[in-house]
């Protein structure tokens, strides 16, 4: 039975429990235990994976060597002796491309699909300068909200591209992925149990990270639907469901509190006029 047919069975292994350190501080998976999460039970099928996801990362214009690196691993055999064999140290952008070049059938590959790819959008915003410079909560708050706006207009003429035409429509699209990210509830079970009044928006009372949640919702929808030319209402929700489920996913297996239990935050327009203000009296 090969690796495309066998049932994937449960893995006591995480990404995230995989990930190792190295003697400067820096992150990286090894190959070896990155193919037994994916479910690849013979190491020479997985390394067809590698080869493409090379030729990725040299088409997009990085060096491989800086994200690939041969190196040796120890294993311990049956007999209890140790046998030394190759494997490769992976950065966290060679594990999101050889996710996005596994095989598709397998449901870890997608959940490690967006795994990485959360990840990745997270050191993203980090390394952005202009991210780096906000100190306080409030200040990644009003970018992160900034950003869900702006990503928000570019999901809404994707979906419409896709078939979703009417106000109506677009309410019932958006509802599959606060359905598929908050475990079933949509936005007015959100509205109720974030004890919200009826004239407050959702997303003017999210924290910052539960802002990132939804920032990567939409933002990989959009991509999605975009990618795979996604077209009808139905598959159109179909699709916001599915990534907000994976997203919801990966927040569990970094760990994180889900984010119908996160604590509702202070309305992001009384913020807004704060920081109005401030800047007038700075004049």
Not at 163 to 170: K, L
Request: glycine share 6%; proline share 1%; hydrophobic share 30%.
């Amino acid at each position: 039975m090969n690796d495309r047919n066998k049932l994937d069975k449960p893995n006591k292994l995480t990404f995230e429990s995989i990930k190792q350190i190295n003697e400067y501080g820096q992150e990286y998976w090894s190959s070896r235990e990155l193919a037994k999460v994916l479910g690849y039970t013979d190491y020479r099928n997985f390394l067809s994976v590698i080869a493409k996801a090379k030729e990725a990362c040299k088409n997009s214009g990085h060096k491989t060597s800086d994200h690939f690196v041969d190196i040796d691993e120890m294993v311990q055999l049956g007999s209890g002796a140790k046998r030394e064999i190759d494997s490769q140290a992976l950065s966290r952008y060679a594990c999101y491309l050889i996710v996005q070049n596994a095989d598709p059938e397998k449901e870890i590959v997608a959940l490690g699909q967006t795994y990485f790819a959360v990840q990745t959008r997270k050191q993203e915003l980090i390394e952005t300068k202009k991210y780096q410079e906000l100190k306080t909560e409030e200040e990644k708050r009003l970018f992160l909200r900034s950003e869900m706006k702006r990503h928000n207009k570019l999901l809404a003429f994707t979906a419409k591209e896709a078939g979703i035409i009417e106000t109506i429509d677009y309410a019932i699209f958006q509802d599959h992925g606060y359905k598929g990210l908050y475990g079933g509830l949509n936005s007015k079970d959100i509205h109720k149990k974030k004890r919200l009044k009826k004239n407050e928006q959702i997303l003017d009372h999210m924290g910052s990270t539960e802002l990132a949640a939804n920032l990567f919702r939409a933002t990989q929808t959009e991509d999605k639907l975009r990618r795979e030319n996604i077209k009808g209402k139905e598959k159109a929700n179909q699709t916001h469901f599915e990534v907000g489920q994976k997203v919801r996913k990966t927040i569990q297996e970094l760990g994180g509190e889900m984010p119908e239990n996160l604590p509702t935050a202070e309305s992001i327009k009384r913020i807004e006029k704060r920081a109005k203000k401030q800047i007038k009296e700075n004049k």
